[in-house]
């Protein structure tokens, strides 16, 4: 029989959702309404829980090829005092690998290539119409007009059109207050003064990518909708953070003006009551878009892929394998979200005696036995994939 998957929206987690339904002998369509894939000039963290689920792929390894560890870096004052020193080995010890970083669109790329020719379909807006019922196949409108699918995946992102027709009572996203940038920038030849700057309501981050470039970004608080006067987002990095510690400045200084990207953060905090409905399943950040803050957006999103196609493959039935896939996704990612968001409650804290306050708990958090800290952060990064894998 012949199953026929359409995805929405060709970014991280549309591609690995592709990636999956292929190998478990779907035939698969990824509609992109963009012009090219994911163009986004910026670096992405893979986390090991992400590198566990694309391992599942068959594609953690030529991400690994193409990715930087992280290594020795550090949570900074934005004088220069560094408040705590970061090291992902600890990391590779007790979960197998470390964090990666690499260029956005080199996780893109090794992504699409997991999908058969003709497969992705840019410049192709495509909207969900109705989403199916266990006796009718779902219906999508496109510039052909109307066709049929046996499963929908909606990954088309924080403003999906897909999530307002499967739960319309659903208030959507909410910004979170912060605006960020993101660019990157060839290496200058000086120390990269690696990891996070935390100043007032405001963070800058600079991660070393494989390739003889570094990956820089910003986040702060600021009013949804803004922009630089002129346009010139560059000269709002220095004038944000102009004045915090060499290289720094002259990090940002090296950007091209016109290729730094500005995005106000906007999360769904009310989680939604279920991840599908009919025949259509919300991947992404179209089912649980949340804060940056602990680089899990695009992890979150490609665990989602490998969940679907192992709930798919497993249970025999339609309705009870879209069921399963909500039943495992919504408590983790919720977690996941809500723990992000409380680390943007320290980044946006900006009265003196609080911050204080907040730099000396890290300080002292970070000097705890490596053991305690990597217990913390084991719920979010030792995810482990579903046991019984999709057949290549």
Do not use: K
């Amino acid at each position: 029989m012949d199953r026929h998957a359409v995805v929405i929206g060709a970014g991280v987690g549309g591609l690995a959702a592709g990636a999956a339904l292929h190998r478990l002998g779907y035939r698969v369509e990824v509609h992109e309404r963009a012009a090219s894939l994911d163009p986004v000039g910026s670096g992405i963290s893979v986390a090991p829980n992400a590198l566990r689920a694309l391992d599942v792929l068959g594609l953690g390894d030529p991400v690994r090829a193409r990715a930087e560890a992280m290594g020795e870096g550090g949570l900074w004052h934005p004088s220069g005092r560094r408040l705590a020193v970061t090291d992902t080995e600890g990391v590779r010890r007790a979960f197998g690998d470390p964090m990666v970083v690499l260029h956005r669109a080199e996780l893109v790329d090794v992504l699409a290539a997991a999908l058969p020719p003709g497969a992705v379909r840019t410049s192709s807006a495509v909207r969900l119409v109705d989403p199916g019922e266990p006796g009718r196949l779902a219906r999508l409108a496109g510039a052909d007009g109307e066709f049929e699918a046996d499963l929908v995946v909606a990954a088309d992102g924080l403003r999906s059109a897909a999530r307002s027709l499967l739960f319309p009572d659903h208030p959507g996203p909410r910004y979170s207050g912060f605006t960020t940038w993101r660019t990157v920038i060839p290496a200058t030849g000086r120390p990269v003064p690696a990891g996070e700057t935390w100043g007032r309501g405001a963070l800058t981050g600079a991660i070393p990518l494989a390739d003889h470039r570094v990956y820089l970004y910003a986040a702060a608080l600021a009013p949804a909708g803004g922009r630089a006067a002129d346009g010139d987002e560059r000269a709002e990095l220095l004038r944000r953070f102009g004045d915090w510690f060499e290289p720094l400045a002259t990090l940002f200084r090296s950007a091209e003006a016109g290729r730094v990207l500005r995005h106000d953060v906007w999360e769904l905090d009310r989680p939604l009551p279920a991840f599908h409905r009919g025949r259509t399943v919300l991947l992404g950040d179209a089912a649980h878009a949340m804060t940056p803050f602990q680089g899990q957006g695009a992890c979150q999103a490609i665990e989602d892929a490998v969940v679907l196609a192992h709930s798919l493959a497993t249970v025999p039935d339609r309705p009870g394998a879209l069921a399963a896939y909500s039943a495992a996704r919504l408590p983790r990612t919720t977690a996941v979200a809500t723990r992000s968001r409380r680390v943007a409650r320290l980044v946006a804290l900006r009265g003196g005696p609080a911050v204080a306050l907040r730099n000396a708990f890290l300080t002292a958090s970070a000097r705890l036995p490596e053991h305690l800290l990597l217990r913390g952060a084991a719920p979010m990064i030792d995810w482990h994939p579903p046991t019984a894998a999709p057949p290549a």
